[in-house]
Each structure stands twice: as structure tokens, then as C-alpha cells.
């Protein structure tokens, strides 16, 4: 069992930057892969991006390459999301999710989920 909590949200204006975070408790966080997914008012839940278990491997959606990063300190149990010039349609709820040997980062689907944490880009 991984209980995930994340923070950092906000409200930030456009060009500027936000760094979420999300916390796990439970056991082996580092044989988790982890993702940072993010659903806006009436659309899907979309994947923003992933990282393994180790760190050496990541992916990130097209929306958001060059301007995301994604990481993790597996001996602070928690994966973070630098995001850089930030735009008005990355505002949504950011969520966390853990899943354990996806095949194929992009195709992580979430074993475990935080409830989310708020973010809003004003123009």
C-alpha cells in the first residue's frame, strides 16, 4: 500500500514557475515508477510525465517538454515536478500516481493516486 500527498500548487502568473510535490509513506516507494498527471475543468485526466524507479529514465508529454521537470529522492520518499514558463492551459489539478513495472512509462496508468493539488495560471 503507497499513500501519496501531494503540494506546491498555487496561483502564479504566465512565464512563471511552480514546483509540486508529492509524498509517499508506505513501503518500497523506490521500486515504484511514478507520474504526474493533471485533469482542467471538462476535459480528460492527461499524463504530464513519469519517471522510473531509479530516475535514469523519464518521459514527458509533448505539451510540456522543455518546460516540466520531473524527479525523485527516493530516501525522502517523494518525486517532484519543477515546472517552468508556465501557461494559462496548464491550469488544472495536478495528481501524483505510483504504479509498479509499468511496460512503458507513457502508458503508466496508476496503481496508487494523491488527491490532487490545485494549479492556476492567470494571463
Known amino acids: 500500500q503507497v499513500q501519496l500527498v501531494e503540494s506546491g500548487g498555487g496561483l502564479v502568473q504566465t512565464g512563471g514557475s511552480l514546483r509540486l510535490s508529492c509524498a509517499a509513506s508506505?513501503?518500497?516507494?523506490?521500486?515504484?515508477?511514478m507520474a504526474w498527471f493533471r485533469q482542467a475543468p471538462g476535459k480528460e485526466r492527461e499524463s504530464v510525465a513519469a519517471?522510473?524507479?531509479?530516475?535514469?529514465?523519464?518521459y514527458y508529454a509533448d505539451s510540456v517538454k522543455g518546460r516540466f521537470t520531473i524527479s525523485r529522492d527516493n530516501a525522502k520518499n517523494t518525486v517532484y515536478l519543477q515546472m517552468n514558463s508556465l501557461k494559462p492551459e496548464d491550469t488544472a489539478v495536478y495528481y501524483c500516481?505510483?504504479?509498479?513495472?509499468?511496460?512503458?512509462?507513457?502508458?503508466?496508468?496508476?496503481?496508487?493516486w494523491g488527491r490532487g493539488t490545485q494549479v492556476t495560471v492567470s494571463s
Open positions: 500516481a505510483a504504479e509498479l513495472l509499468p511496460k512503458l512509462l507513457q502508458l503508466i496508468k496508476g496503481d496508487y
Open positions: 508506505g513501503r518500497f516507494f523506490s521500486s515504484y515508477a
Open positions: 519517471i522510473n524507479w531509479n530516475g535514469e529514465n523519464t
